[in-house]
């Protein structure tokens, strides 16, 4: 088992930066890949991005590229995602997932999620 727990949301305004984190306990972190997911309301859980368990591999949704940035942290057990340049589409729950590694990670091959953090973006 990996526990998930996110923390780094908050209420911010549109243009503002925000890091989240993730901090994983339990099996051997680099057994996953790891990713975001975000839920906004009314909406379908949606993938936000990815890195494969070395960092050799990342990708992430056309809405966020070039604006988030995720990595890892694999001594701290520790995934994160910056995000700057943050719009109002971006208000969310945010959602650290983990899927194994020998498997492509979309929502259905994930194994573990976190409880979640609000982003809210707003004037």
């Known amino acids: 088992q990996v526990q998930l727990v996110e923390s780094g949301g908050g209420l911010v305004q549109p243009g503002d930066s925000l890091r989240l984190s993730c901090a994983a306990s339990?099996?051997?972190?680099?057994?996953?890949?790891m990713g975001w997911f975000r839920q906004a309301p009314g909406k379908e859980r949606e993938f936000v991005a990815l890195?494969?368990?070395?960092?050799?591999?990342?990708d992430y949704s056309d809405s966020v590229k070039g604006r988030f940035t995720i990595s890892r942290d694999n001594a701290k057990n520790t995934l994160y995602l910056q995000m700057n340049r943050l719009t109002p589409d971006d208000t969310a729950v945010y959602y650290c997932?983990?899927?194994?590694?020998?498997?492509?990670?979309?929502?259905?091959?994930?194994?573990?999620w976190g409880q979640g953090t609000q982003v809210t973006v707003s004037s």
């Open positions: 997932a983990a899927a194994a590694r020998s498997r492509a990670y979309r929502r259905d091959n994930i194994e573990h």
């Open positions: 339990g099996r051997t972190f680099t057994s996953y890949t």
């Open positions: 890195i494969t368990w070395n960092g050799g591999s990342i």
